[in-house]
């Protein structure tokens, strides 16, 4: 895993600056855990990237606390001088060696989940549940779908050209790769005039059904997985709502 330091602390060189402001999709978050775990006070944020969730959700009235591994976090210093109805604290760390010095009714994982191998994925979720959960908090999580990104790996190089006016400064080329035995997506990036450094992130993909047996020894149930049926082929990723 050593490779996501660096993956998300270059891209984030590359997007940050138009990227780390809080749109509708963080906002939307904030509503999904008002919807799904109304009684919520407290936030752990796993991989909390720029900011912009943690932010929104601090916004809606969250205490929240959030964890962050690469340069990306260094976005964040915008929100941390604001007023909000909850409060937010940012931790750069690896989540996996933090400690904390109290639970929380809630641990989020936006689009991040699947770093690593499946024991890696057991041990995480067993970490969140023993040690970081309240007894009856829960999780909300997104797992990325194979289906999906099996899909987009068929398609060829794609090249992204700067638009300094929207915060992008760099011309971007992306390769997506899929291992169907292994269930493993890459997702592969380089400066376009540069293509022999790139930039990998490797990540684990599950159907709903190899994730329900992930969970197992972990203490933790699944609750709710959105979308379903149709819509889910539809998306890369897809919500779960954990319990213990």
């Known amino acids: 895993m050593d490779w996501v330091k660096k993956f998300y602390s270059q891209t984030g060189k590359w997007w940050g600056p138009a990227e780390s402001k809080i749109t509708e999709r963080d906002f939307e978050r904030a509503k999904k855990i008002k919807r799904l775990a109304p009684d919520t006070k407290s936030i752990l944020e796993l991989g909390s990237g720029y900011g912009n969730t943690a932010a929104a959700c601090a ?25 909000y109805s909850g409060s937010l604290k940012f931790i750069k760390a690896d989540f996996y060696e933090v400690k904390f010095g109290n639970k929380f009714d809630v641990v989020t994982y936006w689009n991040g989940f699947g770093i ?112 379903i049926g149709d819509e889910l082929r539809k998306v890369n990723e897809y919500l779960v709502k954990l319990t213990k």
């Open 59 to 83: 916004r809606a009235g969250f205490d929240v606390t959030a964890v962050e591994i690469s340069d990306r976090i260094n976005f964040a210093k915008q929100f941390t001088d604001k007023k």
């Open 116 to 227: 690593g191998t499946d024991d890696d994925q057991k041990r995480l979720l067993t970490k969140i549940a023993s040690e970081w959960l309240k007894p009856n908090g829960l999780i909300l999580m997104d797992v990325q779908n194979p289906a999906k990104w099996c899909e987009w790996a068929k398609e060829p190089v794609v090249n992204k050209k700067a638009n300094p006016a929207k915060g992008y400064n760099f011309n971007v080329s992306e390769k997506i790769e899929f291992d169907e035995a292994m269930q493993f997506m890459t997702d592969t990036w380089w400066e376009t005039d540069n293509p022999t450094e790139k930039f990998t992130q490797k990540i684990r993909c599950y159907s709903p059904a190899d994730f329900k047996k992930l969970l197992s020894g972990t203490g933790l149930k699944l609750d709710l997985i959105e979308p």
